[in-house]
């Protein structure tokens, strides 16, 4: 009874003392939340057209942001090279239709599974080639990211909300609501969500499913690309990110894999949940909380709801 107390009390008790400290880690989760439901949503957007998870979307990521400083480092304006990087993820969407999807229509969901695992992989490659190993700072002021820091005043001290990761919260919720539209209100949501449903018979109504993949991974190379510019303006650029990208999966069992809401909401879950509890019981357990509790979670999930939130449960008859 008195380690269940000094547990699962001692922290919330402690917690009503501070209330401070609770909003900071409860903002700080919530920012990286936002951040998690952004990359979750390129995710979903592939996922909604293939049938597959794509492994790649965690580099795309890093290539993204790795290509804008790369960019600006050889001497081209920032927003130049923001406008190139926007052309560099279309013609990566457009090689992959051509090169990786189109051979492999109507093939089976794991050969596609392992033609991302083969994606990420040459995309690791080919970027530690043009862009070296080492962590790169983003160019934050160059694109016009605030800076500094915004405090409030709480009972019993200050709350400090830092500028970018206000300018994040809003990018990303923005990002979200204009993709979330854009798929659900106009005519190639619908064909997007014809294509998710049965490749054959989306191709018989006369849609075509290379032009469908090629816009879907579009929109998911915007995502990454805007997910590690910001990542990247609140930390240094490098192939890490790929590991935070991957916190996605634990989001997506929240979610559901074909759910924009449920990328939303799963990443607000996560990302709050993870904060509060490395905060409150990371010192108890020696720390690095935050790196497996969202897994943990995934797996609850996956025991009494494996459709997730927002998933469609599927029922099969025999």
């Given at each position: 009874m008195e380690l269940a107390h000094k547990i699962f009390v001692a922290p919330f008790?402690?917690?009503?003392?501070?209330?401070?400290?609770?909003?900071q880690v409860l903002w700080e989760g919530f920012v990286a939340g936002t951040l998690y439901s952004l990359i979750a949503?390129?995710?979903?957007?592939?996922?909604?057209?293939?049938?597959?998870?794509?492994?790649?979307?965690?580099?795309?990521?890093?290539?993204?942001?790795?290509?804008?400083?790369?960019?600006?480092?050889?001497?081209?304006?920032?927003?130049?090279a923001l406008a190139l990087c926007i052309g560099i993820m279309f013609v990566l969407a457009w090689t992959v239709e051509r090169v990786v999807l189109r051979p492999l229509v109507n093939q089976p969901d794991i050969i596609l599974f392992m033609a991302t695992i083969g994606l990420s992989s040459f995309l690791i490659g080919l970027g530690e080639f043009i862009f070296g190993g080492e962590p790169k700072t983003m160019i934050t002021a160059e694109l016009g990211l605030p800076s500094g820091a915004i405090d409030f005043a709480v009972a019993g001290g200050f709350v400090s909300l830092q500028k970018i990761d206000i300018a994040a919260a809003v990018m990303s919720?923005?990002?979200?609501?204009?993709?979330?539209?854009?798929?659900?209100?106009?005519?190639?949501?619908?064909?997007?969500r014809a294509v998710a449903d049965d490749h054959q018979a989306a191709m018989s109504?006369?849609?075509?499913?290379?032009?469908?993949?090629?816009?879907?991974?579009?929109?998911?190379?915007?995502v990454a690309l805007a997910t590690g510019i910001m990542w990247g303006a609140r930390s240094d650029v490098?192939?890490?990110?790929?590991?935070?990208?991957?916190?996605?999966?634990?989001?997506?069992?929240?979610?559901?894999?074909?759910?924009?809401?449920?990328?939303?909401?799963?990443?607000?879950?996560i990302g709050i949940t993870e904060k509060l509890a490395e905060?409150?019981?990371?010192?108890?357990?020696?720390?690095?909380?935050?790196?497996w509790i969202p897994y943990f979670i995934a797996l609850l999930f996956l025991w009494f709801r494996p459709q997730g939130l927002?998933?469609?449960?599927?029922?099969?008859?025999?």
């Open positions: 008790w402690e917690m009503s003392g501070a209330p401070d400290l609770f909003l949503l390129g995710f979903v957007l592939i996922f909604k057209a293939s049938g597959v998870f794509n492994f790649a979307q965690g580099i795309m990521v890093v290539f993204g942001a790795l290509s804008l400083v790369g960019l600006h480092q050889l001497g081209v304006p920032a927003w130049v919720a923005v990002l979200v609501t204009v993709l979330a539209v854009f798929f659900h209100k106009t005519r190639i949501g619908r064909a997007l109504v006369g849609i075509t499913l290379q032009q469908i993949w090629v816009i879907v991974w579009f929109a998911a190379g915007i490098s192939f890490a990110l790929e590991i935070v990208a991957l916190k996605a999966l634990p989001v997506l069992i929240l979610g559901g894999f074909t759910s924009i809401p449920g990328a939303i909401v799963g990443g607000l879950i905060f409150y019981w990371g010192p108890l357990v020696g720390g690095s909380i935050e790196t927002f998933g469609e449960k599927i029922i099969e008859r025999v």
